[in-house]
């Protein structure tokens, strides 16, 4: 996820930009860089890391002033975040420059045929693959949103761009697809943003384009079409929230934002997976096929939320693969002189890429000759370029210390790759690998969905603020959904809060039951119907000793109604699938409780986002 900021009007262009990008350098910080238009030329300014390198830079070397210009925040997908890798990207001639957010999924292709050509590509991203074919494109007609939507028309995947001409000094031109872009309408001068955030210092009247449009502003025009060049319809808006939450998007936290990203961290991970006759392609993977073929035993190592991750992935990679998992705790794995060999996978999962207890169980894997792939979230970090391979969860920045799309994004990341090694292996037909795969890529619209019911959650968290304990109950995925439930809770609400797996409630923690106490009990679908009946008995024993109950239950499962108190629906997905849905009311309820005890949501106490040392 980049941020990505273009302006056209009297302002310095510059000034506009820089602002913009520092509103939205949450959605990425690896590198950022801008490009100005004057006197027929293209000026630019990149540098890696956070924006304060590119201040720097642009304090020793400053641009001359300029009405027209673009700029970009970037989260690295394609290529090392390093200054040649930054955005913006420019054709030979460095007539237009382009910036870019999501990822070109054919750019290789597109690559190799440029380079047969005769152009000479200096950087690794799928970028500047547009900024060439727009080279060759202006040499046939002179007009730069024409030359765009052909280009356009070329390219898959999920794209945002937004390019400058030199040879057009009052034209910035943007286009989209599957990835979010906006116009913010000025009096002589527009703008354009990954989000209002880039422009509300100036405007609150933004225009919210479709899919597969393009948009050119002038100062004193927006023209937007489709890419064959067709008028397009757009849908004009008011936004109602100032600059002092523009970091946030309008949200009061950072947390609600992520939780509110999350259908798109998922669609996003899921994203260039598999090939047109639905062969998986994990494009990071460094390891063979035949070295999958001989793992005989995947070990998981994981700390806090993404152990709870692991510990789900484990019911889908025993399913899937027919291989044996263990899930270990990153802080306890070497310690207990665990049994690793070559055809040992340890597979570790961390978000920031930085978790030390997680960084150290790599290395003593790999002193033992274990392979080691990683789940990650952060391109370019030690975990990923200390494995063997990696899979990068392309989730977006996470600011909140508390994770939300992170554990999605990683449960999803995780059967990827047990799906990659079925089919490696051979455990799952083709065609049953492309059925899950379906079934995967619905689930952002039953997150969204869960995310569009979120008031009568809001609303419950509201009447259990006293409370001093809340339990959590599960069964298979249901029961490290219960863990993931009881960790936000303590994490934010400061109360006592656990997770229980429900068969283990009669082996002690039922004597935590008492009048009114709060208990979450996540219900398999019915499906796993010897599950289901198990666990509405677990229900009816709680609620006979005064247990309050709140029961997450797919739609139609008509046998908890008479022992929920309070009953929130899930739609109805595959088992393993479950936890993408039944996660998301268990967050907003311990964000909208932590809120309602009026502490910090998005840095809870004693806490960092990363732990750094063991």
């Not at 509110?260 to 639905?278: C, F, N, S, W, Y």
């Not at 978000?351 to 979230?377: H, K, P, W």
């Not at 479950?578 to 809870?604: M, R, S």
């Amino acid at each position: 996820m980049c941020g990505i900021v273009g302006y056209v009007g009297q302002r310095s262009a510059l000034d506009v930009v820089m602002g913009g990008l520092r509103r939205l350098e949450y959605r990425g910080y690896d590198s950022g860089g801008v490009a100005l238009v004057g006197d027929g030329t293209i000026m630019s300014a990149k540098k890696a890391g956070k924006l304060v390198n590119l201040d720097a830079e642009l304090a020793a070397r400053p641009l001359p002033h300029s009405h027209t210009g673009i700029g970009h925040t970037r989260w690295a997908t394609h290529g090392a975040p390093n200054d040649v890798n930054a955005h913006p990207h420019l054709d030979a001639a460095e007539r237009v420059a382009v910036v870019h957010n999501g990822i070109i999924e054919n750019f290789a292709a597109l690559r190799a045929e440029l380079e047969a050509a005769g152009h000479e590509l200096v950087s690794e991203t799928d970028t500047e693959t547009v900024a060439h074919l727009l080279h060759d494109e202006l040499a046939r007609t002179p007009d730069l949103s024409d030359a765009v939507r052909a280009v356009c028309r070329r390219l898959e995947g999920a794209f945002t761009l937004v390019i400058c001409d030199a040879a057009q000094p009052d034209v910035v031109v943007g286009a989209r697809r599957n990835s979010p872009l906006v116009v913010g309408r000025g009096q002589g001068e527009n703008f354009l943003g990954s989000d209002v955030a880039a422009f509300i210092e100036y405007t609150r009247d933004a225009v919210e384009l479709g899919q597969d449009q393009v948009v050119t502003i002038t100062p004193d025009a927006i023209v937007v079409t489709d890419f064959f060049g067709a008028p397009a319809v757009t849908k004009e808006y008011h936004v109602d929230w100032d600059v002092s939450a523009a970091e946030k998007g309008g949200f009061e936290w950072f947390m609600l934002k992520e939780i509110d990203e999350q259908p798109q961290a998922v669609a996003d991970t899921l994203l260039g997976r598999h090939t047109i006759d639905g062969q998986l392609q994990l494009d990071e993977m460094r390891l063979s096929d035949g070295e999958l073929r001989d793992v005989d035993k995947v070990i998981i190592v994981a700390a806090g939320t993404s152990f709870y991750a692991g510990m789900t992935a484990k019911y889908a990679i025993e399913h899937w693969t027919r291989i044996p998992c263990e899930v270990e705790l990153a802080s306890e794995f070497r310690y207990r002189d665990p049994i690793l060999d070559r055809t040992t996978l340890v597979l570790t999962i961390s978000q920031s890429g930085e978790t030390m207890d997680t960084l150290m169980a790599i290395r003593y894997a790999r002193q033992q000759r274990a392979r080691v792939l990683s789940i990650c979230n952060t391109n370019g970090s030690t975990i990923p370029r200390e494995s063997d391979a990696v899979i990068y969860t392309h989730a977006g920045p996470e600011v909140a210390v508390a994770s939300t799309k992170g554990f999605l994004a990683q449960v999803v990341a995780c059967y990827l790759l047990a799906l990659y090694i079925a089919q490696v292996k051979g455990t799952k037909y083709g065609d049953e690998i492309a059925t899950i795969i379906a079934e995967l890529e619905k689930t952002p619209a039953g997150i969204q969905r869960m995310l569009d019911e979120g008031d009568q959650v809001r609303k419950l968290a509201a009447e259990l603020a006293g409370s001093r304990s809340i339990l959590f109950l599960g069964r298979h995925v249901g029961y490290p959904v219960a863990l993931e439930g009881a960790l936000k809770l303590k994490e934010l609400a400061y109360i006592h809060a656990e997770g229980f797996a429900a068969g283990e409630l009669k082996h002690g923690p039922i004597a935590l039951i008492e009048e009114g106490v709060p208990v979450f009990v996540i219900v398999p679908p019915k499906a796993r119907d010897q599950l289901q009946e198990k666990i509405v008995s677990n229900i009816q024993e709680i609620r006979a000793r005064g247990a309050r109950t709140i029961v997450l239950a797919e739609d139609g499962d008509m046998d908890v109604v008479p022992f929920a108190d309070h009953l929130i629906r899930l739609p109805k997905v595959p088992t393993l699938l479950q936890p993408l849905v039944a996660t998301v009311p268990l967050q907003i309820f311990a964000c909208e409780l932590a809120g309602q005890l009026g502490h910090d949501v998005d840095q809870p106490r004693n806490l960092a986002k990363s732990v750094t040392v063991e």
